[in-house]
């Protein structure tokens, strides 16, 4: 049922639940994904927005901004990061590929939003 700690999900789908119960399962899961974004806005709520309003006092900055700088942040973080794996493993082509296809898709999907 998982694989290296995740839950396999289509494989519950179409092997435990099967063709007889497949819209109960399509049910389950619109119900657990519910679930989940509900966690994440309560964990956001209780965690991040008090960080943000320290940040923004202690930077002196309105709290629109310093959401943004931070969220800026956080999208960009994991960019940063592959690209210092790719370094640190003497495969540059995994930089080059990594940033110029975020490069390419925050020009055509965000900014031609």
Do not use: H
Request: charged content about 10%.
């Amino acid at each position: 049922m998982t694989t290296a700690g995740f839950i396999n999900y289509v494989s519950i789908l179409y092997c435990t639940f099967g063709k007889s119960l497949f819209p109960l399962a399509i049910i389950i899961y619109i119900v657990w994904l519910l679930v989940l974004f509900i966690a994440l806005a309560v964990s956001a709520d209780d965690y991040f927005c008090p960080s943000i309003e320290v940040i923004s006092k202690v930077l002196r900055l309105s709290q629109n901004i310093a959401g943004v700088t931070i969220m800026a942040l956080g999208n960009g973080a994991p960019d940063i990061f592959s690209a210092l794996a790719g370094i640190g493993q003497d495969r540059p082509e995994l930089v080059f590929g990594e940033l110029i296809g975020a490069g390419v898709f925050l020009t055509t999907v965000v900014a031609g939003a």
